[in-house]
C-alpha cells in the first residue's frame, strides 16, 4: 500500500503519455503531456475514465512477454 489511491484512469493508466501528479491532499491526477504538444486534440487532464483514445500508446513496462514468468 503506498497510500495513495490512483484514480480509475482506464487506458491513461497504462499509456506512455500519462503523468500522474499529486496534489496536497493525497489524490493523484492523471496528466495527459501529449496536451503539451497538442492541447487542441487533448485535454490536460481528460475526463476519467478513458475509454478510447486516439493518442494512446502502451507504456513498455506495461507490456507483458508473452511467455515470460
Ligand atoms: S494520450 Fe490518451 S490515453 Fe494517453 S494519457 Fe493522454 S488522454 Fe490518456
Redesign the pocket.
Known amino acids: 500500500m503506498d497510500g495513495v489511491s490512483r484514480q480509475p484512469a482506464g487506458?491513461?493508466n497504462t499509456?506512455c503519455?500519462?503523468q500522474l501528479v499529486p496534489n496536497t491532499r493525497g489524490s493523484v491526477f492523471s496528466l495527459?503531456r501529449?496536451a503539451r504538444v497538442e492541447p487542441e486534440r487533448?485535454p490536460r487532464y481528460?475526463r476519467l475514465p478513458?475509454t478510447r483514445?486516439a493518442?494512446?500508446e502502451a507504456r513498455a513496462e506495461d507490456v507483458t512477454e508473452p511467455g515470460a514468468g
Open positions: 487506458l491513461c499509456c503519455h500519462q495527459c501529449r487533448f481528460p478513458v483514445c493518442g494512446y
